[in-house]
């Protein structure tokens, strides 16, 4: 599970140590801080300029992981964990929203919290499986009386009820129990199962052993019953706790999803973990040996954290789903606050959820592909466009005509020419790092051009999407980087650059791609096609509502060319 605060992780409450600042109690395991009394104020005010148009958010409190997305009998569900009572994290409970088209979402009860004494300290993240017949079940984190992490079931009580808004808790909980070899806090968030040839389920657990992150393996027959494997399906050294483990098969060609029991030719799987230590996620793409029951990552996967990441900027405790109805495989993550506990407080709510992706394996077999589900395109409303728009060196120019504080931008870059791209130095390694170092206002070669986004009129207040171009000995490397270094002229905002390595040929394209969701506090941006994804929160203190402005730039010597741009408002959907 993802999360407490900053701090949060879906996790464990040892304390390790406890220290008191005037009015806060902090109870904190490593990075885990627990606002104790601030764990049930109730909000004050629910709407606030910040709150999001068209992502997913419940109207008020903390939220964090998503849990047990599925699709079933023609209605998309989102579990999510959620404080029932306060914006910061406390008092978790799965809150349940139901959606037939992933866009529009309407609320529900609870559908789990604790009740049992398998469950009564807490009810964390989990995924669904459909068994056969169609029939969904939950598996999830219970924290029972000693504070130990099992894992438990939850079937719908009426499958006739379309929604499926009652769960019931089986007496025979916990199914799982965290045996002599695991380390009863650090044994969270089961991954959908899988059913393999043997005719046994399977499913995995996030652990460690030491700072070796593990992804535990269980195997039952019957649903109910689990043995745990001698060996872990895999684990790596050196990355501490895997939170939120995701574990699915991706097609070799096309854009098609997979259900998750599929194996063999034709198939890689990818097995993605969500780190405590660094709050971040990455990925591997792999084989999956199902004879022996282990993943072995390829070796053009690095396996730790400088791995590749489905989203370069704030996104963890995310989970995919396989949607049978479009057969696309789709991903949820969460984006937390970047604003301060005292804001979440005043605003009454903490945290959203991106836009639902589809994902799918690039060409290259190296890396995944991400896309907003085709589904979002409804809420476009008035349009703009803008084609052939040359931007010379410096240039900014004003994209007018729609209000941008909502909105989504589509738009494609031409390169005149490569010959000034700064050179590469080796030990660039870290994207972020380059950044922070080289934002929108370090004048470069190719670039940096790009987006302003949620600006004021006179760009004191901008938040930069920018690609920069550079020469290594053997090809172009491209940057491509959030930099909200002025994003807002409020203090004490948590404003980090963002950014990943772009795998494109820019050599041979001379182009590059780039859409944004632009959506009063977050902007998600897909580079070169969804190859790259970034997403970042930002609180600007003008650059609100209609007065938010949208520029095009280009601060690097070189000409660029927008050949083609398309930017929308976008409308709000019926959001809980
Ligand atoms: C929420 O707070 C109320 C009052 O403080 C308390 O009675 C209730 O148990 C809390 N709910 C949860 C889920 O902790
Ligand atoms: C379990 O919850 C109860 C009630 O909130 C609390 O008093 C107790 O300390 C918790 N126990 C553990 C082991 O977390
Ligand atoms: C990686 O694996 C491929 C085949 O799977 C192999 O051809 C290649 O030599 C390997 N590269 C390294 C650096 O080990
Ligand atoms: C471009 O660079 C100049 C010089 O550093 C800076 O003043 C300007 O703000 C930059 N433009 C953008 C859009 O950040
Ligand atoms: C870029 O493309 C040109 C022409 O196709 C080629 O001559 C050159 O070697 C390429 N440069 C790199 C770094 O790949
Ligand atoms: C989100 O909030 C920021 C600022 O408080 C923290 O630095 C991040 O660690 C946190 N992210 C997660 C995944 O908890």
């Known amino acids: 599970m993802g999360i407490h605060n900053k701090v949060f992780s879906t996790c464990v409450f040892l304390v390790w140590f406890c220290f008191c600042l005037p009015g806060i109690i902090w109870v904190a395991e490593a990075s885990h801080v627990v606002y104790q009394e601030l764990k049930s104020v109730s909000p004050s005010i629910v709407g606030s300029q910040y709150r999001t148009g068209y992502h997913f958010q419940p109207p008020k409190n903390w939220i964090n992981d998503p849990n047990g997305p599925m699709y079933h009998n023609g209605i998309y569900h989102l579990f999510y964990q959620y404080n029932t009572n306060g914006s910061v994290w406390g008092n978790i409970v799965w809150a349940h929203s139901v959606s037939s088209d992933l866009i529009n979402w309407i609320p529900l009860e609870p559908a789990i919290y604790p009740s049992k004494k398998f469950d009564i300290n807490g009810t964390w993240s989990g995924s669904a499986t459909l068994l056969p017949g169609n029939k969904p079940v939950i598996f999830y984190t219970g924290i029972d009386p000693q504070g130990r992490q099992v894992q438990n079931l939850a079937f719908p009580k009426d499958l006739a009820d379309p929604y499926l808004r009652e769960w019931t808790k089986p007496d025979y909980n916990p199914v799982i129990q965290p045996d002599a070899s695991i380390e009863p806090s650090k044994f969270r968030d089961p991954t959908t199962a899988w059913f393999g040839l043997d005719g046994h389920w399977r499913v995995v657990i996030g652990s460690r052993r030491k700072m070796r992150g593990m992804a535990v393996l269980y195997r039952s027959r019957d649903f109910v ?116 506990v005292k804001d979440d407080i005043k605003k009454g709510w903490a945290g959203i959820q991106t836009i639902p992706r589809a994902l799918w394996l690039d060409p290259s077999g190296k890396q995944l592909v991400q896309w907003p589900v085709e589904e979002l395109e409804t809420l476009r409303g008035k349009q703009v466009n803008l084609y052939d728009k040359e931007l010379k060196s410096g240039d900014i120019y004003e994209v007018k005509g729609i209000s941008s504080a909502q909105a989504s931008l589509y738009l494609i870059f031409e390169i005149s020419g490569l010959d000034k791209a700064e050179p590469f130095e080796e030990f660039w390694s870290d994207p972020q790092v380059l950044c922070g ?75 590059i791609s780039l859409r944004s969701l632009i959506d009063h506090s977050v902007l998600e941006s897909f580079g070169a096609e969804g190859k790259t994804c970034i997403t970042s929160r930002v609180y600007p203190s003008k650059a609100i509502g209609q007065d938010a402005h949208l520029f095009v730039f280009n601060n690097g010597s070189e000409d660029v060319r927008i050949t083609q741009l398309s930017a929308w408002e976008m409308t709000s959907p019926r959001m809980n």
Not at 240 to 251: L, R
Not at 437 to 456: D, H, N, R, T
Not at 479 to 504: E, T
């Open 225 to 340: 019953k689990w043995v745990k494997a001698q060996h872990p399906l895999h684990s790596s050294k050196d990355t501490g706790m895997w939170e939120c483990p995701d574990f699915f098969p991706v097609s070799l060609k096309g854009k098609k999803g997979l259900d998750t029991s599929v194996s063999g030719p034709g198939v890689k799987h990818v097995l993605k973990v969500s780190l405590d230590m660094t709050r971040y996620e990455y990925y591997t793409v792999g084989t999956y040996y199902h004879m022996i029951d282990r993943y072995i990552p390829d070796n053009s996967s690095a396996d730790d954290h400088t791995g590749l990441r489905y989203d370069y900027g704030n996104f963890y405790a995310s989970k995919t789903f396989f949607d049978e109805a479009k057969q696309r495989r789709i991903l949820w993550g969460w984006s937390n606050e970047s604003d301060t």
């Open 437 to 511: 170092q080289k934002g929108a206002a370090v004048e470069g070669g190719v670039g940096p051009f790009g987006l302003l986004v949620l600006a004021s009129g006179d760009r004191e207040e901008q938040t930069a999407v920018l690609f920069r171009v550079f020469k290594a000995p053997n090809k172009h490397v491209v940057l491509m980087c959030h930099d909200p270094s002025k994003s807002s002229l409020r203090p004490g905002m948590y404003k980090p650059s963002f950014a990943g390595f772009v795998d494109v040929d820019i050599n041979k394209t001379k182009k």
